[in-house]
């Protein structure tokens, strides 16, 4: 298979669950404890597409949260590939933090391919994005899911939806 | 001015103990070329030559090498955190690692506190958020059961003064009925003894008619079950019945009665006549009823589509407080001594708001009462004559012509007995039945000329059985007598409909005409 690698960031406000999504894709771990990250963490991980043959490596960059990208934050997103869009179901403002930061990154790094992750599905009660509303946000990425870290649904469809995108897009780019 | 050499060596030396660099030259293809320092700490002990330094620096994808740039805070796979400088120098780059551990875990430990509290605020404003719409919801709701209390209220007090009327008002014809039976039936009572009884008893038991239609209609209005009938009919022949009936009951008392009927008023109006007479027997009886000496006049004007009924008595008037507990339920005013249901005006201030009207009343003690009605009523421009129903006289239309047979279906033998007697004397061939589902073997097995059909009665039920009959073939009259109220849709199984107690006349014509 042919091996490619990949640099994708995880973007999107605090505490709305981007570690703990990409250590459930990752570890297919969970922690309930919240531990802000500084900077930006690295980790990797490889999917294998047969069908493609290809075997896609992911460098997944986790960069801090934030709802307004400044000149640090842009180094770190030097040279991505995929971008993974990162809101809060229980709280509507970070839907308005995601749609920020995809303005300002298509801005500054023209379309890149994406994806938008609403996270915390698993509770119900605090959720507090209509379905009209995801859909308005959904319609400005090639795909969206609600997706919950702490029981694993739709994060690995995500990430594999991600990889799929950069594997079309390097492609169409050869 | 130049820092002596002793303190740049001691900088020096503090600088590369905290942060001990490894620093990796690379060329273009990402291959290392040289290196200096230990990188064991950030999981670079060795670095395997000739190979793309990308493979055990996956940090490294994607970052053009071409340009000095600083990456701070980069925190590897094995737990490390990096400050990254990119040096570039010719078609090379050197990548300097330093070791920012200490620096990121103070950090991190700010920024940790932060954003706890910056999620807690936003779960407190998520919390007060609830709060309100809880609060909001709670005064909805307290609103809800204040209107419901309300009402339970309402009905409570209506329920208390209809208990205190019916102690009254409904005991003393009932004991008048007892009484004057018992009297009736004592041995030696002579026949004058025995029709003033009868008469006593007829009497008592037509007014408790009127009270229980009384109640029954106040419990139709509260229930929204009254719907009006409009239809075009003559206002004048109206108020002559009204005066036609009134006129007399006011002669017994001593009392004059007049009428007064605006020259312009409409020949021909559109409204529900049977509820606007009511209203004008409503305030006209009672008029009466409370006058002793005077009179009573009624006055009648159309202007603008309004008709304006105006009841005046000379009687004892009404307090100001007393003026609005006589239009609520069961209430009489000052009047105590007066006999009633107390719902005369209640019903008549609802039948007025049913159709669009309002009732105004001017009253002061010793000075008499004015009661004028209100309603929107538009002339009719049909100028021609209204339906009159006319009915065949009793006298000569009740008496069978040829031999007919009358199944009656009644559980209570009373009324059959009482139908009998007047069916037999009409001429009629009868047979009976206290069950409707054995009525309807009997009908289909007899084939009698007419059906006379109680609803509440055992087996299916009246309507049930009037049905059945109409799909199993039967298609002569089936005339509904009953106290049950019916629907409109339920009243389709019937020829004809009655609610006792019918008039004995009036029942015997519909039989005739419809046999006949």
Not at chain 2, 150 to 168: C, D, G, L, V, Y
Request: contains cysteine; proline residues 4%; charged residues 25%.
């Amino acid at each position: 298979m042919i091996p490619l690698t990949s640099k994708v960031c995880v973007v999107g406000d605090f505490a709305v669950g981007k570690t703990s999504v990409i250590e459930r894709f990752v570890t297919n771990q969970f922690s309930e404890k919240y531990l802000s990250t500084v900077g930006v963490k690295i980790d990797t991980k490889e999917i294998d597409f047969p069908e493609r043959g290809v075997a896609h490596k992911l460098v997944i960059w986790d960069v801090a949260g934030s709802d307004k990208f400044g000149a640090t934050e842009f180094a770190y997103l030097r040279g991505a590939s995929g971008y993974m869009y990162v809101a809060d179901g229980t709280r509507p403002a970070t839907l308005i933090a995601v749609e920020q930061l995809h303005r300002q990154i298509t801005d500054k790094f023209g379309p890149v391919p994406s994806v938008l992750l609403v996270n915390k599905r698993d509770l119900v009660a605090d959720w507090e994005v209509s379905d009209s509303r995801f859909d308005k946000l959904a319609s400005k990425f090639p795909r969206a899911y609600r997706t919950s870290a702490k029981t694993g649904d739709d994060v690995d469809r995500a990430f594999t939806r991600i990889a799929e995108l950069v594997i079309d897009d390097e492609l169409r780019g050869a | 001015m130049r820092l002596p050499d002793t303190v740049v060596s001691y900088l020096q030396d503090e600088f590369l103990s905290e942060t001990r660099p490894f620093c990796l030259l690379i060329d273009r293809k990402y291959r290392p070329v040289d290196s200096w320092g230990d990188g064991g700490w950030c999981g670079l002990a060795s670095i395997v030559p000739a190979a793309d330094v990308r493979e055990q620096m996956p940090f490294l994808v994607g970052i053009p090498i071409d340009a000095k740039q600083r990456l701070e805070f980069l925190e590897m796979p094995a737990g490390c955190v990096v400050n990254m400088h990119l040096l570039p120098d010719n078609d090379q780059c050197y990548v300097i690692l330093l070791d920012a551990s200490a620096d990121h875990a103070a950090i991190q430990a700010r920024q940790q506190s932060v954003n706890e509290l910056r999620l807690m605020q936003s779960r407190q404003h998520r919390l007060i958020g609830r709060q309100r719409e809880l609060i909001s919801d709670l005064v909805e709701a307290k609103s809800e059961l204040d209107h419901h209390r309300r009402e339970a209220e309402r009905i409570s007090e209506n329920k208390s003064r209809f208990i205190a009327m019916m102690s009254h008002e409904f005991r003393t014809p009932l004991a008048s009925i007892i009484n004057y039976a018992e009297l009736a039936r004592e041995a030696g009572s002579d026949s004058n003894h025995i029709q003033k009884s009868i008469e006593t008893i007829s009497r008592s038991a037509r007014h408790l008619t009127s009270l229980v239609e009384a109640v029954l209609d106040d419990a139709s209005l509260d229930a929204g079950e009254v719907e009006l009938l409009e239809c075009d009919f003559e206002i004048h022949a109206l108020l002559s019945d009204m005066a036609a009936m009134m006129a007399p009951m006011a002669a017994e008392k001593g009392l004059s009665f007049a009428t007064f009927v605006d020259p312009d008023m409409p020949k021909l109006i559109h409204a529900d006549e049977v509820r606007l007479r009511q209203i004008l027997i409503n305030l006209l009886g009672n008029a009466v009823k409370f006058t002793h000496e005077g009179g009573v006049k009624l006055t009648a004007t159309h202007n603008q589509g309004r008709l304006v009924v105006t009841v005046s008595d000379s009687g004892p008037g009404i307090s100001i407080e007393d003026q609005e507990r006589v239009f609520r339920a069961f209430e009489r005013g000052g009047n105590r001594g007066e006999t009633g249901a107390g719902l005369g005006l209640t019903i008549t201030l609802r039948l007025v708001e049913l159709m669009g009207g309002e009732v105004s009343l001017d009253s002061m003690p010793g000075e008499g009462c004015t009661v004028s009605v209100h309603l929107p009523v538009v002339a009719s421009d049909d100028t021609t004559s209204p339906t009159v129903q006319v009915l065949p006289t009793p006298s000569d239309d009740t008496i069978a012509s040829k031999a007919l047979s009358i199944l009656i279906c009644d559980d209570d033998e009373d009324m059959i007995a009482l139908i009998e007697h007047y069916l037999h004397r009409s001429g009629y061939g009868l047979i009976t039945s206290a069950n409707s589902s054995e009525a309807i073997e009997k009908v289909l097995k007899y084939d009698p000329d007419l059906v006379l059909m109680d609803c509440n009665v055992p087996g299916v039920g009246g309507v049930v059985a009037a049905n059945v009959l109409r799909e199993r073939g039967y298609t002569r009259p089936i005339v509904a007598l009953t106290a049950s109220k019916l629907s409109e849709k339920q009243k389709l199984a019937f020829t004809h409909f009655f609610r006792k107690p019918a008039p004995m006349q009036e029942l015997l014509t519909v039989i005739k005409r419809l046999t006949h």
